[in-house]
């Protein structure tokens, strides 16, 4: 047989992964050491990122109740200094904008109507309380809850019924359902009253009637002194996804009254969406640096394992040049030892990752908020690294000759 007959050695990828294993695995104790620092980077990465964002989403959650995402809509004045009305389809406008939750109308009721604990005093001898009108949507809308008693359904909207903001229910002296006030020279009956509402000035202040009753029994064809129409539209209160307040308020005047958006008054109850918006964005960045931190340890820990394997391994290495193996063999098979220790590393990581998140929200009472980009992605991450931390030690065993491994074996 001559030179020219030799072809070259091949070897097939199951052969390279059986050799990478028998390599791991010949030094258990080595690779179980070398799997923890790769597993405790994983384990870190989805840990702190889970915390991180049980954390966030809490943080986040108290700053929606805070407000930052409920805005309003009232109507604006003209150059005369006249209120112009909303038109009556401005809510259903509005709850067509993708990311609004709940929108839900205050509407005006004319200004002499008031609301009494009794018809025995005379008018002129008490001032009244605040009276306006609402639909089913509003505590949603104002993310207000009852103290006691019920908001309107569709049913009692269209009676002679009230819920009071809670101020307005200890102004009146009301403990207790069905105790009755007198309103527009009739008696209705208390169904609901309020807890305190931060965000909505005046709610806590108001009297609520059912809009229907409103609209059919009370209001009257004429404008009160502020210009505004009783059964118009006093205020719209919105509220969107968390995070979207800033891209809904700019087109909300617009959706409102498309013939006069210069005249529509829109603002946000709180202050909180660009702080929001803020502690999202350094959160996230906070969480993604301590993750690369983790990460950049356990592939330290696999290069410096893998590095040493090659000084031990020198013998086999020459030996395996000697009988003919390629090069990229050799340098295949130390990438593929790197993998295994990446792969075993990221199996137990992920699985310490997301107990230890679930452990940390049970204790804090928070619900566990993983991103499952952190969990897809961790494997991904980790044979990335494996590769990485693989290459140069895999370089290094390639540039060793047959005599000189067997040399300084």
Same mark, same amino acid.
């Given at each position: 047989?001559?030179?020219?007959?030799?072809?070259?050695? @091949?070897?097939?990828?199951?052969?390279?992964?059986?050799?990478?294993?028998?390599?791991?695995?010949?030094?258990?104790?080595?690779? =179980? #050491?070398?799997?923890?620092?790769?597993?405790?980077?994983?384990?870190?990465? =989805?840990?702190?990122?889970?915390?991180?964002?049980?954390?966030?989403?809490?943080? +986040? %959650?108290?700053?929606?109740?805070?407000?930052?995402?409920?805005?309003?809509?009232?109507?604006?004045?003209?150059?005369?200094?006249?209120?112009?009305?909303?038109?009556?389809? &401005?809510?259903?406008?509005?709850?067509?904008?993708?990311?609004?939750?709940?929108?839900?109308?205050?509407?005006?009721?004319?200004?002499?109507?008031?609301?009494?604990?009794?018809?025995? =005093?005379?008018? %002129?001898?008490?001032?009244?309380?605040?009276?306006?009108? *609402?639909?089913?949507?509003?505590? *949603?809308?104002?993310?207000?809850? +009852?103290?006691? /008693?019920?908001?309107?359904?569709?049913?009692?909207?269209?009676?002679?019924?009230?819920? +009071?903001?809670?101020? *307005?229910?200890? &102004? +009146?002296?009301?403990?207790?359902?069905?105790?009755?006030?007198?309103?527009?020279?009739?008696?209705?009956? =208390?169904?609901?009253?309020?807890?305190?509402?931060?965000?909505?000035?005046?709610?806590?202040?108001?009297?609520?009637?059912?809009?229907?009753?409103?609209?059919?029994?009370?209001?009257?064809?004429?404008?009160?002194?502020?210009?505004?129409?009783?059964?118009?539209?006093?205020?719209?209160?919105?509220?969107?996804?968390?995070?979207?307040?800033?891209?809904?308020?700019?087109? #909300?005047?617009?959706?409102?009254?498309?013939? *006069?958006?210069?005249?529509?008054?829109?603002?946000?109850?709180?202050?909180?969406?660009?702080?929001?918006?803020?502690?999202?964005?350094?959160?996230?960045?906070?969480?993604?640096?301590?993750?690369?931190?983790?990460?950049?340890?356990?592939?330290?820990?696999? !290069?410096?394992?893998?590095?040493?394997?090659?000084?031990?391994? @020198? /013998?086999?290495?020459?030996?395996?040049?000697?009988?003919?193996?390629?090069?990229?063999?050799? &340098?295949?098979?130390?990438?593929?030892?790197?993998?295994?220790?990446?792969?075993? /590393?990221?199996?137990?990581?992920?699985?310490?990752?997301?107990?230890?998140?679930?452990?940390? !929200?049970?204790?804090?009472?928070?619900?566990?908020?993983?991103?499952?980009?952190?969990?897809?992605?961790?494997?991904? #991450?980790?044979?990335?690294?494996?590769?990485?931390?693989?290459?140069?030690?895999?370089?290094?065993?390639?540039?060793?000759?047959?005599?000189?491994? #067997?040399?300084?074996?």
């Amino acid at each position: 047989m001559s030179i020219s007959d030799l072809r070259p050695i @091949r070897i097939r990828i199951r052969d390279l992964l059986d050799d990478a294993t028998a390599g791991t695995w010949a030094r258990p104790l080595r690779t =179980v #050491l070398s799997s923890i620092g790769i597993a405790i980077g994983i384990a870190a990465l =989805v840990a702190i990122t889970g915390v991180a964002g049980s954390n966030k989403a809490q943080y +986040l %959650n108290e700053l929606d109740r805070m407000g930052a995402n409920l805005l309003t809509v009232e109507p604006g004045k003209d150059t005369n200094d006249k209120t112009v009305p909303l038109p009556a389809t &401005a809510l259903e406008m509005i709850e067509r904008i993708a990311p609004v939750t709940n929108a839900a109308a205050v509407y005006a009721v004319p200004s002499t109507v008031r609301a009494y604990r009794t018809d025995r =005093v005379p008018i %002129n001898q008490t001032r009244g309380l605040l009276v306006q009108a *609402a639909g089913p949507g509003l505590p *949603a809308a104002i993310d207000a809850d +009852l103290a006691w /008693g019920q908001w309107f359904s569709n049913a009692s909207r269209i009676l002679p019924t009230v819920v +009071l903001g809670s101020q *307005a229910a200890t &102004a +009146l002296g009301i403990a207790y359902p069905g105790q009755r006030i007198w309103v527009a020279d009739q008696w209705h009956s =208390v169904i609901g009253v309020l807890h305190p509402v931060v965000l909505a000035d005046g709610i806590d202040h108001a009297v609520f009637l059912g809009d229907d009753w409103a609209r059919d029994t009370i209001w009257r064809q004429f404008t009160d002194a502020t210009g505004a129409t009783p059964g118009s539209i006093a205020t719209i209160y919105v509220n969107t996804h968390p995070g979207t307040a800033a891209q809904v308020r700019p087109v #909300l005047a617009g959706t409102a009254n498309p013939a *006069a958006p210069q005249y529509v008054g829109v603002s946000q109850l709180s202050d909180y969406a660009d702080v929001r918006e803020l502690a999202d964005t350094s959160l996230t960045n906070l969480a993604t640096a301590l993750a690369a931190i983790a990460l950049l340890i356990g592939g330290v820990g696999i !290069a410096n394992t893998m590095i040493v394997s090659v000084v031990e391994r @020198r /013998g086999e290495i020459g030996l395996r040049l000697a009988l003919g193996a390629r090069r990229t063999h050799i &340098a295949t098979q130390f990438i593929f030892e790197a993998l295994t220790l990446a792969a075993i /590393g990221a199996t137990v990581g992920i699985s310490i990752g997301v107990l230890a998140t679930i452990g940390y !929200a049970a204790v804090n009472a928070q619900a566990a908020a993983l991103p499952i980009t952190a969990v897809v992605a961790a494997p991904a #991450l980790a044979l990335t690294v494996g590769i990485i931390a693989g290459a140069y030690p895999a370089w290094r065993a390639t540039r060793l000759t047959p005599n000189e491994a #067997l040399r300084t074996a």
